[in-house]
């Protein structure tokens, strides 16, 4: 057998390209990734990605991904793929609660997945849309996250706005950056619409099936928005982590520019 041809990264290889990029000891970085655009052979796979941002972190940073669960939901909302009228019911009863030690995120990718498993890494305990974190304020970004208006001030999300943290996009476009939904919140705007959700969780050791409100997300224009903010502010950092295009922004002007845009631009 022919040894494998293409390019070789390894965790300090990594390490460099995320230093290169801008990430430094102390900072608080909320990650959203895709392990496939790093491309090449990845020596250590998702483990070698997170530990080089670990080790560019350091003791006084953070690291947050999000570990989100959108499968926990209503069957009568499923449209990726839908599922017959006649299972709703048997899918509502029997669908596990959420655990924050159990629950995998496998639609979140390798590396989030990987994360979350961590020795050390915490979790939020929402039913579809937790985060999990390492480092020096794990405890404080995912403490106490609010089941109803789930990604609004009592979230993660709001949390790295507070403590001016950072959000890195690794080989994925503005479409995937949760922080702009805590803009969708702030910003009024007339289209802006609730909704409510179904999970099922546990209250005081017993599974119950949740009802809870929120607004009803858009990201369509996600990406329109975040080209809009490099283009005007210039704060947005480009480099290459492996193959993967890498995004580097701060998460408070970012925020405060989407609410703006938001008003101007949402009908």
């Keep these: 057998m022919e040894p494998l041809q293409d390019e070789l990264w390894t965790q ?3 390490q460099a390209d995320f ?3 801008g990430i430094v000891s102390g ?11 790093i491309g090449g052979f990845v020596a250590g796979g998702p483990v070698a990605v997170i530990l080089a941002m670990e080790a560019c972190l350091g003791d006084g940073g953070t690291l947050v991904m999000p570990t989100h669960t959108g499968d926990l939901s209503d069957p009568e909302n499923w449209r990726n793929p839908p599922v017959n009228e006649s299972w709703w019911e048997p899918i509502r009863k029997g669908m ?4 924050a030690d159990l629950t995998p995120c496998f639609n979140m990718g390798m590396i989030n997945e990987c994360f979350r498993k961590q020795s050390g890494v915490v979790r939020s305990d929402h039913p579809q849309v937790s985060f999990a974190a390492w480092g020096a304020k ?4 995912t403490a106490d996250h609010s089941l109803a208006y789930c990604l609004s001030e009592q979230s993660p999300i709001a949390r790295l706005y507070g403590d001016e943290g950072w959000i890195l996009l690794l080989g994925v476009g503005h479409d995937r950056n ?8 702030r910003a009024q705007y007339a289209g802006k619409a609730e909704m409510i959700n179904k ?6 050791g017993k599974r119950e099936w949740a009802a809870f409100a929120d607004i009803d997300f858009c990201s369509d224009d996600f990406e329109q928005l975040g080209q809009a903010f490099e283009r005007e502010t210039g704060l947005i950092r ?6 993967a295009e890498a995004q580097l922004m701060p998460a408070k002007p970012l925020v405060d520019f989407a609410v703006e845009w938001m008003e101007s631009h949402r009908i």
């Design 238 to 243: 480009r480099g290459k982590v492996g193959h």
């Design 138 to 141: 794990k405890d404080s970004m």
């Design 199 to 204: 999970a099922p969780i546990w209250i005081e």
């Design 12 to 14: 300090e290889n990594l």
């Design 96 to 99: 596990p609660a959420f655990t």
């Design 178 to 185: 949760t922080t702009l939904h805590l803009a969708e919140y």
């Design 19 to 21: 230093e290169k990029l």
């Design 27 to 37: 900072m608080t970085v909320l990650m959203h990734s895709s392990m496939k655009a």
